[in-house]
Nanobody, 124 residues
C-alpha cells in the first residue's frame, strides 16, 4: 500500500510560482507511476501531469504545458510539481495519485492511491 501526503500549496499572485510536494510512505514507491490532478470549485477533477516510475516519461495537460513540470526523487519517495507563471484559473485543490501501472493510465484518473489534496490559490 501507498500513503500520499501533499504539501506546498498556498496563496500566490498571478505570474508567481509554487512547488508542490507529494511524500509517499509506501515501501514500493519506485514501482508506481505518479500523477497530479486538480479540482476547482464547481468543476470536475482534471488531469494535470503524470510521470513514469523511472521518471523518464512525463505527460501534461495542454492547459499547463510549458508552465508546470513534474519530477520525482525515488530515493526520497517524493514527487514534485513545479508551477510557474501561475494564472487565476490554476486555483484549485491539487491532488497527487499513484498506481502500479503506466503514466498514461494514471492520466485517465485510474489510480489506486490518492492524497488528501493541497489548496493553491492564485490572485489576480
Amino acid at each position: 500500500q501507498v500513503q500520499l501526503v501533499e504539501s506546498g500549496g498556498g496563496l500566490v499572485q498571478a505570474g508567481g510560482s509554487l512547488r508542490l510536494s507529494c511524500a509517499a510512505s509506501g515501501r514500493t514507491f519506485s514501482s508506481y507511476a505518479m500523477g497530479w490532478f486538480r479540482q476547482a470549485p464547481g468543476k470536475e477533477r482534471e488531469f494535470v501531469a503524470a510521470i513514469s516510475y523511472t521518471g523518464s516519461t512525463t505527460y501534461y495537460a495542454d492547459s499547463v504545458k510549458g508552465r508546470f513540470t513534474i519530477s520525482r526523487d525515488n530515493a526520497k519517495k517524493t514527487v514534485y510539481l513545479q508551477m510557474n507563471s501561475l494564472k487565476p484559473e490554476d486555483t484549485a485543490v491539487y491532488y497527487c495519485a499513484a498506481d502500479a501501472s503506466l503514466p498514461t493510465i494514471v492520466a485517465r484518473g485510474i489510480c489506486d492511491y490518492w492524497g488528501q489534496g493541497t489548496q493553491v490559490t492564485v490572485s489576480s
